[in-house]
């Protein structure tokens, strides 16, 4: 969606959000021994109709993030905001009238889909839970309508989650997000169980349905390639922290941090004579883990660029005057420091 169309006012607001979890050990599990900071300070805003990507490796937070978003996890500390209301301590029966608002779409779209029911019934199942399939004719043109939004056929409608390919069901899982007409769709790695040429199908489609229904997504990848089509804005999370946050071009363009460098570095070009020739900026080592991480910058062990001081001290997350943010010692207050936990728009 281009720039400005995206209306000013953040849909969601997500500020210096946290999320850790008790590590206990014992007969009973009373006793703390550590803590799992999963998310540890990550600060972003999604404007209505833009798609915003979080991406990173496993372990990274970002699906941690999805599901504080979602309010399927209550936050340590921060701030969420959805509309405008701040929903960071919201009860389930205050969350309520928000969950219509916000709806998921899962990774797995076979585990994710009842195998008993048939495709209409999942797909209008929202519908009856929400109270509004007691009208049986608005009720079935509801279902046929959001079938034909996602590309499925009306001769569908009656099969099983078994009967249907991997794209198909991950359109079915799609339609039955789109159920309560939702503002916001956090979409958690909806394509990386499918096959490259049906991902292609799946991100076109919510291209389509973005500019149709004027649609925000909150996108969840761990391959940083599978974003660059849809994306207006990227944040790179690493360890718990966004360590890169831009818009789509700046951060693919002219990545900053050596670890956006090098996941982009190890996406594969098309053509065969570049390909061969190009640098390739590998990652050294496995990720630590997110239990005891490294001192300083948490990226250190596997960075290529690391200075002394990268192992001491943390870099903050900083922005340039393109409002391009990256946490490394590389940047900085030579840079002038915009210092802010928020891309401008
Ligand atoms: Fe690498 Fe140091 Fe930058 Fe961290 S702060 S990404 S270790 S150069």
């Given at each position: 969606m281009a720039m400005n169309e995206i209306e000013s006012d953040p849909l969601l607001q997500v500020e210096d959000l946290k999320v850790h979890f008790p590590v206990t050990e014992g007969v009973l599990g009373r006793k703390q021994v550590a803590t799992v900071k999963a998310v540890d300070g990550v600060s972003f805003s999604l404007r209505s109709g833009e798609t915003f990507s979080l991406v990173g490796e496993s372990g990274c937070g970002k699906s941690t993030t999805a599901l504080s978003v979602m309010r399927m996890l209550t936050p340590t500390a921060g701030r969420i905001a959805f509309a405008g209301e701040d929903?960071?301590?919201?009860t389930p029966a205050m969350m309520r009238p928000i969950r219509r608002q916000i709806q998921m779409v899962y990774q797995d779209p076979f585990s994710s889909?009842?195998?008993?029911?048939?495709i209409a019934d999942i797909i209008g199942e929202p519908l009856v839970v929400h109270g509004m399939a007691s009208d049986k004719t608005f009720y079935r043109k509801q279902v046929a309508e959001l079938m034909d939004l996602v590309g499925l056929?009306?001769?569908?409608?009656?099969?099983?989650?078994?009967?249907?390919s991997g794209g198909q069901r991950q359109r079915v899982g799609i339609a039955r997000a789109l159920a309560l007409r939702p503002r916001l769709i956090v979409c958690d790695?909806?394509?990386?169980?499918?096959?490259v040429s049906i991902q292609a199908q799946i991100i076109n489609l919510f291209m389509d349905l973005q500019q149709e229904l004027g649609l925000t997504y909150l996108f969840i990848a761990h391959d940083i390639s599978v974003v660059r089509h849809m994306s207006d804005r990227v944040a790179v999370m690493y360890l718990g922290k966004i360590v890169e946050m831009a818009d789509r071009d700046a951060l693919f363009d002219s990545p900053r941090h050596p670890y956006t460098q090098a996941l982009l570095s190890a996406v594969p070009v098309a053509d065969p004579a570049i390909e061969s020739h190009r640098p390739q900026q590998l990652i050294v080592g496995e990720v630590p883990s997110v239990r005891n991480p490294p001192s300083g910058c948490r990226f250190h062990p596997r960075c290529?660029?690391?200075?002394?001081q990268c192992s001491q001290t943390a870099p903050e997350l900083e922005a340039n005057q393109q409002g391009h943010l990256t946490s490394c010692h590389l940047y900085g207050s030579a840079e002038g420091?915009?210092?802010?936990a928020e891309v401008p728009g």
């Amino acid at each position: 969606m281009a720039m400005n169309e995206i209306e000013s006012d953040p849909l969601l607001q997500v500020e210096d959000l946290k999320v850790h979890f008790p590590v206990t050990e014992g007969v009973l599990g009373r006793k703390q021994v550590a803590t799992v900071k999963a998310v540890d300070g990550v600060s972003f805003s999604l404007r209505s109709g833009e798609t915003f990507s979080l991406v990173g490796e496993s372990g990274c937070g970002k699906s941690t993030t999805a599901l504080s978003v979602m309010r399927m996890l209550t936050p340590t500390a921060g701030r969420i905001a959805f509309a405008g209301e701040d929903i960071t301590r919201h009860t389930p029966a205050m969350m309520r009238p928000i969950r219509r608002q916000i709806q998921m779409v899962y990774q797995d779209p076979f585990s994710s889909l009842n195998p008993r029911m048939k495709i209409a019934d999942i797909i209008g199942e929202p519908l009856v839970v929400h109270g509004m399939a007691s009208d049986k004719t608005f009720y079935r043109k509801q279902v046929a309508e959001l079938m034909d939004l996602v590309g499925l056929l009306p001769n569908m409608a009656d099969r099983y989650p078994h009967e249907f390919s991997g794209g198909q069901r991950q359109r079915v899982g799609i339609a039955r997000a789109l159920a309560l007409r939702p503002r916001l769709i956090v979409c958690d790695e909806p394509v990386s169980a499918l096959d490259v040429s049906i991902q292609a199908q799946i991100i076109n489609l919510f291209m389509d349905l973005q500019q149709e229904l004027g649609l925000t997504y909150l996108f969840i990848a761990h391959d940083i390639s599978v974003v660059r089509h849809m994306s207006d804005r990227v944040a790179v999370m690493y360890l718990g922290k966004i360590v890169e946050m831009a818009d789509r071009d700046a951060l693919f363009d002219s990545p900053r941090h050596p670890y956006t460098q090098a996941l982009l570095s190890a996406v594969p070009v098309a053509d065969p004579a570049i390909e061969s020739h190009r640098p390739q900026q590998l990652i050294v080592g496995e990720v630590p883990s997110v239990r005891n991480p490294p001192s300083g910058c948490r990226f250190h062990p596997r960075c290529v660029q690391a200075m002394e001081q990268c192992s001491q001290t943390a870099p903050e997350l900083e922005a340039n005057q393109q409002g391009h943010l990256t946490s490394c010692h590389l940047y900085g207050s030579a840079e002038g420091r915009l210092a802010s936990a928020e891309v401008p728009g």
